[in-house]
């Protein structure tokens, strides 16, 4: 699915308007209601709307609705037969997230987070999750363990993916494959995570979210460290690593008081362990495993 692409703003010199303005013989209120204007004029051409357009909010749930396996019923959750798309945030260079409401006297939120994969020139929507503004961790897990790729996406969802990814064939169909895989799960609560400490200030829920996103990770390396694949550690670790699990109570977005310690130092000494066995296979996870020792000395 193609993306619109932004308009290009022309800048604007206020030294010519000055000058322009001085050689003119204009009554000063007159020249202040001018220059006002002009600048009321570029605030609003290079600064970001709030309100998405038809076009977009449509592409948004499009992008949805092609990746979710679990049904969705707005209904159910209080939103009614309409939303109304309110504003659109940057949330990474690769993700952005749209914000829904719905129909008085709820305007209850609704947030789909959609990632870019820029393929051939072409910037797509390469996946897509949702998120209710009163949905939990675990539920937010469960519906996003599984999902669908329609057949003739398949090799460009795949091109799309990040070193590492694992997922593994569920079902096929005529129309579409669905796929379980625990690293979308965990990526997905990390970016939740992140969006909810740093863009709403939902610092208890974004802890939930954290939590749960380490748990999983946890239990995953130590499937894959008992397979005693190094090459196979490797690619989950550089997966884990390009996450940056732990940026979250390293940059004091979340006060590691919120965190769950226990599934923290549990977190921390897998990884450590892990680190230790790939050391000789590569040598760069030296520089990971000392940061995450001294974190782990701080953990009570």
Known sequence: MHLFKPALTKKVSFGLYFRC????????????????????????????????SDNFTKDSFTALKSRRYTPIDFNLHGYGSTLYGKKVLKLTPDEIVVTFEGVPPKRKRLYVMLELCTLDGDTIYSDATMLREDEMAAEFRKDNFKFI????????????????????????????????????????????????YAFQKEYRRAAQFFNLSLARQTEVLISTITTDDLKGLNRQMAFYDALEPLAAIQNKGLDISIVDTAVLKSYLEVVVFARKKLLSFNPQHKTRMQIEKALFKQVK
């Open 21 to 52: 303005m001085k050689s003119l013989e204009i009554p000063i209120r007159l020249k202040t209601f001018v220059f006002v204007s002009i600048l009321v004029a570029i605030l609003v051409a290079i600064l970001p709307t709030t309100a998405s």
């Open 149 to 196: 790729v329609p057949g003739n996406e398949n090799i460009d969802y795949a091109r799309c993916r990040k070193t590492g990814f694992g997922m593994s064939l569920f079902r096929r169909t005529n129309q579409y494959i669905v796929f379980e895989s625990e690293d979308r799960a965990i990526s997905f609560l990390n970016l939740w995570s992140y969006f909810l």
